[in-house]
């Protein structure tokens, strides 16, 4: 079955850059969404079609994609970004099927 | 603003069903740009989407849930449900709502993705 790898953490200091990675052999192909989960919350989409940010969305928050990888990167940022992300995308198997990576926990200390 | 809830116990005994219902306010079910889905988070875990639903019924499962799974949808409540048979405690999770956006092209579904959610119910199957 088709997965995306992403790193279970990353860590930056207030301020810094933090780049989020999400690796999928259907990358070259199909986009990458993103979504931030704060604790104890819903999931709340971040960047959409690899690099779109839906309105309410700082504009710190950027995604890229090339070949198999994509990325998220939060320019700046700040102690409320702290939170688990979760890149998501769909196969092309025609079944309409969805995945989404395992998740990785941004601590911004 | 579009906005889902989702309703259901929040305690199902061992080998019972699962039964959840998804209420969809500020917006129509009945679109016809979008699908409706169920994703599941284990405590501690990561997601998991389980189905999804369009306004006149056809449905997609996710393949490792598909024996246990049925969707429905109440458009004249403006709901879709949600049926998991014969749980175990794997199945213990918060259960999601969400709105599916489709992105067509040239008559053809090319893209899907989740936006809004609910704000998720703690699901426990214990006995």
């Known amino acids: 079955s088709y997965e995306l790898t992403q790193p279970p953490s990353v860590s930056v200091s207030p301020g810094q850059t933090a780049r989020i990675t999400c690796s999928g052999d259907?990358?070259?192909?199909?986009?990458a969404y993103w979504y931030q989960q704060k604790s104890g919350q819903a999931p709340v989409l971040v960047i959409y079609?690899?690099?779109k940010r839906p309105s309410g969305i700082p504009e710190r928050f950027s995604g890229s994609s090339s070949g198999t990888m994509a990325t998220l990167t939060i320019s700046g940022a700040q102690v409320e970004d702290e939170a688990d992300y979760y890149c998501?995308?769909?196969?092309?198997?025609?079944?309409?099927?969805?995945?989404f990576g395992g998740g990785t926990k941004l601590t911004v200390l | 603003q579009l906005q889902l809830q989702e309703s259901g116990p929040g305690l199902v005994k061992p080998s019972e069903t699962l039964s959840l219902t998804c209420t969809v306010s500020?917006?129509?079910?009945?679109?016809?740009?979008?699908?409706w889905g169920w994703i599941r988070q284990p405590p501690g875990k990561g997601l998991e989407w389980i189905g999804s639903?369009?306004?006149?019924?056809?449905?997609y499962y996710n393949p490792s849930l598909k024996s246990r799974v049925t969707i429905s949808v109440d458009t004249s409540k403006n709901q879709f449900s949600l049926k998991l048979s014969s749980v175990t405690a794997a199945d213990t999770a918060v259960y999601y709502c969400?709105?599916?956006?489709?992105?067509?092209?040239?008559?053809?579904?090319?893209?899907?993705?989740?936006?809004?959610w609910g704000q998720g119910t703690l699901v426990t199957v214990s006995s």
């Open positions: 969400a709105r599916e956006r489709i992105t067509m092209v040239r008559g053809v579904e090319v893209d899907w993705w989740f936006d809004p």
């Open positions: 500020g917006g129509s079910i009945s679109s016809s740009s979008y699908y």
């Open positions: 639903i369009y306004y006149s019924g056809s449905t």
């Open positions: 259907a990358l070259p192909k199909k986009y």
């Open positions: 079609e690899d690099s």
């Open positions: 998501y995308s769909t196969d092309s198997s025609g079944n309409h099927n969805v995945v």
